[in-house]
């Protein structure tokens, strides 16, 4: 990685008059030996546990689009395909489709908890019933 001083840095200019050494000792200036390409960066690296992420949302039209099956899909083609194409990558959903996961899970939980409990409170008077 090679820096300038920040008076260098301020002008693309400066950067296409930079001296290049070339194999036979003589110098030439950047725009003659490479070709720059701007390509949109990320304005900082953001980690979570030691490890870079990247945050990407979407607005969803949902009287438009069914947001579940949007999910379906990216959770069975595109996120497979994207893990397989580049390895050590981990898609994960954000936070607050993580806490919508774990109150759904923890309401089917309860659901058949209270489910369980309305079958117990009904069997009593018939138990009470049945033995007369």
């Known amino acids: 990685m090679l820096r ?8 693309l200019d400066n950067l296409y008059n930079m001296p290049v050494k070339l194999p036979s000792g ?3 200036p950047f725009s003659v030996v490479a070709e720059a390409v701007y390509m949109p960066g990320f ?4 980690r979570q546990n030691r ?6 949302s979407a607005e969803v039209y949902k009287d438009e689009v069914d947001v579940e099956n949007i999910l379906v899909d990216l959770r069975t083609v595109v996120i497979p395909a994207l893990e397989a194409q580049y390895p ?3 898609i994960e959903p954000g936070q607050s489709r993580q806490k919508q996961e774990e109150t759904l ?3 089917w939980g309860f659901g058949a908890l209270a489910m369980l409990g309305i079958y117990a409170l009904l ?5 009470r019933m049945c033995s007369r």
């Open 26 to 28: 003589a110098t030439a």
């Open 88 to 90: 050590g990558l981990r």
């Open 43 to 46: 304005a900082s690296i953001t």
């Open 123 to 127: 069997a009593i008077p018939c138990v």
């Open 105 to 107: 899970s923890k309401l």
């Open 4 to 11: 300038f001083p920040a008076t260098h840095r301020r002008s």
């Open 51 to 56: 490890e870079r992420i990247q945050l990407i």
